[in-house]
């Protein structure tokens, strides 16, 4: 019989492939901020087009939520991952986007390296984190807001990067709480569990961190930097301790699948190049069910001369900078 984890991660894929894309243009039209402020969240909030973005997200979270119960961390935080080649065959096909060749191969490994793991990740129930378990997530949460708080002074690429992948380190230490969560007996068993208030915590924080992550460079870069970073410790903490499983016999492939689907996450952070700049220019993009007007304009490293494009360059949960005429660019 098959598990319906594997329903529950395909949907997911969708669903998160749908928040970056609509989450980020929302990104793109609120005032950049270099501290470590929730107010952002208020503000981001106040965007239909964030607040769709939104419920896409929670929906992918549940369904990933779902999919723990049964499968593997390394297949589930990896798939995320996926959402990113969703999001880019999305833009291409609604707003136009104009991916270079070497973003498409990197999309096509990403899938490979998906595909392998599915073949080798075996459907297993988790076993309990114990007290040491809950003091090192909760530990964790400390270290990974006071880091934010400092990494929010970065600027462009660097701090899309450094952000993207503090915010990774949230989510992945969230996946480790929600596995042997998803497995509770009852929903008082649920609610009692301190591992569903440190999930909380851990979410709200890797939110609030990839929203400072999409207003400094491109959704790719946030979103790559952010799964990269998130996808490791979790699987390692997985197959460690939470009875995660491999068929016999193809270990081989996990480890292939995860390389090759880390080195193409890692590889996307090349677009990594500031897109948000508020300039005076008023452009517009679609987005649902009308034309939304925004004030920031992009440049993305999709070329390196001038073209004309109503494209969104590329975030988890993500953000994606809308794009107006691009510009020369000027790598040192």
Same mark, same amino acid.
């Given at each position: ?11 997911? *894929? ?23 402020? #929730?107010?952002? +969240?208020?503000? @981001? ?17 549940? /369904?990933?939520? =779902?999919?723990?119960?049964? /499968?593997?961390?390394? @297949? !589930? ?16 096909? !609604?707003?136009?986007?104009?991916? &270079? ?21 075996? &459907? ?12 090192? /997530? ?5 270290? *990974? %807001? ?61 939110? @609030? ?19 990269? %970073?998130?996808? !490791? &410790? %979790?699987?390692?903490?997985? @197959? +460690? ?20 689907? =880390?080195?193409?996450? !890692?590889? /996307? ?20 069910? $009308? ?9 993305? #490293? ?18 994606? $900078? ?6 020369? *660019?000027?790598?040192?």
């Amino acid at each position: 019989m098959v598990s319906s984890g594997w329903c529950f991660l395909a949907a997911m *894929i969708i669903a998160y492939g749908f928040a970056n894309l609509l989450q980020s243009v929302a990104a793109a039209r609120t005032t950049v901020h270099h501290t470590f402020d #929730p107010g952002l +969240l208020l503000r @981001l909030a106040g965007h239909r087009t964030y607040l769709i973005g939104l419920a896409c997200q929670v929906v992918g979270f549940v /369904l990933a939520f =779902l999919a723990r119960r049964d /499968l593997p961390l390394f @297949l !589930v935080q990896a798939s995320v991952a996926a959402g990113l080649g969703v999001t880019a065959v999305l833009g291409v096909l !609604v707003l136009k986007w104009r991916l &270079p060749a070497a973003e498409v191969v990197l999309l096509v490994l990403l899938f490979a390296g998906i595909t392998a793991l599915v073949l080798s990740a075996q &459907p297993a129930p988790s076993r309990q984190l114990g007290t040491a378990g809950l003091v090192g /997530l909760a530990v964790a949460v400390v270290a *990974i %807001a006071a880091s934010g708080f400092f990494a929010a002074r970065l600027h462009g690429a660097l701090g899309s990067v450094v952000l993207g992948s503090l915010a990774g380190m949230a989510f992945s230490a969230a996946a480790v709480a929600a596995r042997p969560l998803a497995s509770a007996g009852s929903v008082e068993a649920f609610v009692r569990d301190p591992l569903l208030y440190l999930l909380i915590v851990h979410s709200v924080i890797g939110q @609030l961190l990839l929203g400072l992550a999409m207003q400094r460079g491109s959704t790719t870069a946030a979103v790559a930097a952010m799964d990269a %970073a998130g996808a !490791v &410790p %979790a699987a390692i903490v997985g @197959l +460690l301790l939470l009875n995660d499983k491999i068929w016999p016999g193809r270990e081989w492939l996990a480890g292939l699948g995860f390389l090759v689907t =880390l080195a193409a996450v !890692v590889g /996307l952070t090349r677009y990594a190049e500031p897109q948000h700049h508020h300039a005076g220019a008023r452009q517009k993009a679609m987005v649902g069910a $009308g034309m939304v007007p925004v004030q920031a304009a992009s440049t993305g #490293p999709r070329s390196e001369t001038t073209t004309s494009t109503g494209g969104v360059t590329s975030t988890g949960v993500g953000s994606i $900078g809308v794009a107006g005429r691009r510009r020369p *660019i000027t790598r040192s």
